[in-house]
């Protein structure tokens, strides 16, 4: 036997193990079967949920390893493959990595949307170990912590269950630095402490404490479906405010709509009449009211389309992506424009749908077809044939990437003789869609089969030609035979389009999408300083 057979494997066990001595780190491995002990037994625990081929999760590993082992004694940081803990990641909701989340005392507390570093991290987590909320022993120390904190939001909570405790914990971690100047947290220890009328162990009160000292309670209801930090940011906002980068947080996340007026400083006559109305309706709970700096948010202004606008007012639904439009031609005095939120309040105002001008039919002529918000009903609607619609962006680099594939698809089965299928394509940055269709990421396809009823079908394969054709051979009114594998290669863009974005890593090889023109405008607002909230890989 030669010396190397003897030697080799000694040094290759020798440089594994060396390998495995090198790798040993202070992150804890977190599966189905230690997770929920770890977990409960642990004060803090900051959990990062990966994927192995996620090039986020590896750029941070190391970062993370030196926080871990800093912090060792303080928290414990743990790791979970969600690849193979399919069940944990259900269980916590993961759709991109890698996802950051707090639990303290076995309970999930918030996610974290910080840098990377180790520097942010270990702030982050040494700040969790302060609890965000004050303990209040007395009925002095209630009326003290009132006095002293005016002009404040205070959420209030007495010998709470551990259900609504989680509830109350989990709001102030989330809030904290959402709204740091403005918002504090106390539990006092008994129900008698507290100074607010009929007030019953157990039960959640906001209050909103004036110059004056005096306060005005609103009850959150335990059993509601709305979370109570959600109740917090839409009870805690005051009646009229600027709407900035900081604060924009409160109103993105709102389900009720905000009457937004945009101009350059509030000193001009409409924004005042706007604040005279808004103080008239407080706390009407339909509608909030702000003002936006039209030369610093121009992206906000823009991506409502009142750029051009003669007075510069909608209401805008966040979680809807809504538009309502004061009506054409109105003036702009106090009392219509209160009449006019009195309708919206009422709900009858109804919202506007964004169009281009519908296309001449003699130059719409195929192989896909344009479509715009105003003649979707007639185009894709269509009882008779099978529609595909693809919703797209000018700045998409995926998109970009698409529209030759698409347009070959198109190409190549109107060859073959499949004309039971149209396909169609619409700006989605100038026109909406329907309710239920509006782009969630761009590009957005659906597939409308032929039939009385007209439901749209998710699009959830490779954007290629094999794969769209492929899906489409699956899903179709009626079937047809095409051989995929005289399709050659897939054409590309001739050129990108200036500005438009870089392609994500993985994201056509399973149908992911770009963010849409929404997302890129909250994230744009949730940017404070340049300092936009870090990407994550999609799941």
Request: charged share 35%; hydrophobic share 40%; with cysteine.
């Amino acid at each position: 036997m030669s010396f190397a057979r003897l030697v080799l494997p000694a040094l290759a066990v020798a440089f594994v193990a060396s390998l495995a001595a090198a790798d040993e780190s202070d992150v804890v491995t977190l599966t189905s079967k230690n997770f929920a002990d770890v977990v409960a037994k642990e004060k803090l625990v900051f959990v990062k949920f990966f994927a192995p081929w996620c090039g986020h999760c590896q750029s941070m590993a190391e970062d993370f390893k030196k926080t871990a082992t800093e912090l060792k004694g303080k928290a414990v940081l743990a790791d979970v493959d969600a690849t193979t803990e399919e069940e944990l990641a259900k269980k916590y909701n993961i759709d991109g990595f890698p996802t950051l989340k707090l639990f303290a005392d076995g309970e999930e507390v918030v996610d974290y949307n910080g840098g990377r570093d180790k520097e942010s991290m270990i702030q982050f987590i040494e700040r969790a170990t302060v609890p965000p909320f004050s303990e209040i022993d007395s009925a002095d120390a209630y009326k003290k912590f009132i006095a002293d904190n005016k002009e404040k939001n205070i959420l209030v909570g007495a010998e709470l269950s551990p259900a609504n405790f989680n509830k109350f914990r989990k709001a102030a971690f989330g809030l904290r630095d959402v709204m740091p100047d403005s918002m504090e947290f106390i539990r006092p220890k008994s129900a008698k402490y507290v100074s607010i009328d009929a007030y019953k162990a157990d039960e959640l009160y906001l209050l909103r404490v004036e110059s004056d000292g005096t306060h005005r309670p609103m009850k959150y209801d335990t059993d509601s479906d709305e979370s109570l930090e959600k109740f917090v940011k839409g009870a805690a906002l005051p009646a009229w405010q600027e709407f900035t980068q900081e604060n924009a947080e409160l109103y993105t996340e709102l389900s009720t709509p905000i009457i937004v007026g945009f101009f350059k400083d509030c000193e001009v006559a409409e924004c005042k009449i706007m604040e005279k109305v808004a103080q008239k309706k407080v706390d009407n709970g339909k509608v909030v009211f702000a003002w936006v700096n039209a030369v610093t948010l121009a992206s906000f202004l823009d991506y409502v389309g009142l750029k051009d606008a003669k007075t510069p007012v909608c209401g805008y639904a966040f979680e809807s992506d809504a538009r309502y439009l004061l009506p054409e031609g109105m003036e702009f005095t106090e009392k219509n424009f209160e009449a006019w939120v009195d309708d919206m309040i009422a709900g009858k105002v109804v919202p506007a749908r964004k169009s281009e001008a519908i296309p001449d039919p003699s130059e719409n002529t195929g192989p896909v077809y344009n479509v715009v918000g105003d003649s979707w009903s007639d185009e894709v609607e269509d009882s008779e044939k099978d529609v595909v619609i693809a919703q797209v962006a000018e700045w998409c680099g995926h998109c970009n990437k698409l529209k030759p594939i698409y347009k070959k698809v198109a190409e190549e089965l109107k060859k073959a003789s499949v004309n039971h299928i149209k396909f169609a394509m619409m700006d989605a940055t100038e026109n909406d869609a329907p309710d239920g269709y509006k782009a969630k990421g761009f590009p957005t396809i659906h597939f409308f089969p032929a039939g009385k009823e007209q439901k749209g079908i998710d699009f959830d394969a490779e954007r290629t030609s094999k794969g769209i054709i492929e899906w489409l051979m699956e899903k179709t009114s009626k079937k047809f035979e095409f051989d995929v594998s005289t399709l050659g290669e897939d054409p590309v863009p001739e050129e990108d389009e200036e500005g438009g974005e870089e392609e994500g890593e993985d994201a056509d090889a399973d149908g992911a999408q770009d963010d849409d023109g929404m997302d890129e405008l909250e994230e744009e607002l949730k940017a404070v300083e340049g300092e936009e909230e870090e990407e994550k890989e999609e799941l």
